[in-house]
């Protein structure tokens, strides 16, 4: 069992003032059997008033506007949660795929978790596969070997990919972030015909020197009818432990994005996120980032060039 003092700290900056910001946000942590949030406080600029309700997945969701002119924006999530997996490892089950036949029958969702993107390398993937042997082998055997199999054929590289990068770039490159990571498993593991769900959230330092400690970090969620949803971790190559702090789960990342919005006016906006860990013996850890945002279209940049001109005139 494991208490954390998370903070997570959005900071988006523009160069000059924009108006009417509208927002969604995905930073409320999970109350599940093994994780309890003990408090939580959640601070944003000129505080708007936050509507809260559930999405499809049963995450929380809030929803604000920022309606006055403002040239930076900070949305500040608090929490003090409780995590306590009793299993490290999941417990023997011969579940196959084919087992599985009857409780997708009876839920939709189920069904939509288990459906695979269209990707154009598609092959690569049925490739992988194929070398794992997987019709023969328990949906826990499948999973845990294309877990093994991203960990040990990807390289863990920051910064040369984005929240945009699909996961045909990811196969070709082979390098990236647990996010990517994370995609590629869910096309792995969807092929085969396993549920599976990506989860956003934290993996909180403990010098075990775990790659993505400290951040926002991504895993996946594999359904089996007798234990539930079982996480994995392909950016480390384990299944989730007391230090993966759970806060949405979806299809892909677009699902569990913790923020995400538009606003009125053209400005160059640039995005920070600071995650700070505390722990009960009062040990703290923070890491800062700064978010590659989507590039702008041509079209954009000849309007954004032409308003920092007109700025710079006034000056």
Same mark, same amino acid.
């Given at each position: 069992?494991?208490?954390?003092?998370?903070?997570?700290?959005?900071?988006?900056?523009?160069?000059?003032?924009?108006?009417?910001?509208i927002n969604e946000i995905r930073l409320f942590p999970h109350h599940f059997d093994n994780q309890d949030v003990l408090q939580y406080q959640l601070l944003i600029t000129q505080s708007p008033i936050v509507e809260i309700s559930r999405d499809y997945y049963g995450n929380r969701v809030g929803n604000f506007n920022n309606?006055?002119?403002?040239? @930076?924006?900070? &949305?500040?999530?608090?929490? #003090?949660?409780?995590?306590?997996?009793s299993l490290k490892i999941p417990? %023997? !089950?011969?579940?196959?795929?084919?087992?599985?036949?009857?409780?997708? @029958?009876?839920? &939709?969702?189920?069904?939509? #978790?288990?459906?695979?993107?269209?990707?154009?390398?598609?092959?690569? %993937? !049925?490739?992988?596969?194929?070398?794992?042997?997987?019709?023969?082998?328990?949906?826990i055997a499948i999973a845990q070997e294309?877990?093994?199999?991203?960990?040990?054929?990807?390289?863990?590289?920051?910064?040369?990919?984005?929240?945009?990068?699909?996961?045909?770039?990811?196969?070709?490159?082979?390098?990236?972030v647990c996010q990517d990571f994370a995609h590629v498993?869910?096309?792995?593991?969807?092929?085969?015909?396993?549920?599976?769900?990506?989860?956003?959230?934290y993996i909180c330092p403990n010098e075990s020197g775990l790659r993505g400690e400290g951040a926002t970090h991504a895993w996946v969620e594999i359904y089996t009818p007798t234990q539930g949803w079982l996480g994995l971790d392909p950016t480390n190559n384990i299944w989730t432990m007391d230090n993966h702090v759970k806060l949405s789960v979806g299809r892909n990342f677009s699902d569990c994005t913790p923020v995400k919005g538009t606003f009125k006016g053209f400005a160059r906006q640039t995005l920070s996120v600071c995650v700070s860990i505390g722990y009960e013996d009062g040990r703290q850890f923070e890491e800062i980032n700064d978010v590659q945002l989507q590039e702008v279209t041509m079209e954009e940049q000849v309007q954004l060039d032409y308003i920092e001109q007109l700025h710079?005139?006034?000056q």
């Open positions: 069992m494991a208490v954390f003092k998370i903070v997570h700290i959005t900071k988006y900056q523009y160069n000059w003032p924009i108006k009417e910001s309606l006055e002119a403002h040239e @930076e924006m900070t &949305i500040e999530s608090r929490m #003090l949660v409780r995590v306590n997996h417990e %023997i !089950d011969s579940t196959t795929v084919q087992d599985l036949a009857s409780e997708k @029958e009876n839920s &939709i969702l189920l069904q939509r #978790l288990s459906y695979p993107e269209t990707i154009l390398k598609q092959k690569k %993937i !049925d490739l992988i596969l194929k070398k794992i042997n997987s019709p023969e082998k328990s949906i294309c877990n093994d199999y991203i960990f040990k054929n990807f390289t863990y590289t920051k910064g040369i990919t984005n929240i945009e990068t699909t996961v045909d770039e990811i196969l070709e490159i082979r390098k990236g498993l869910l096309q792995l593991l969807r092929s085969a015909g396993i549920p599976a769900r990506y989860v956003s959230g710079q005139q006034q």
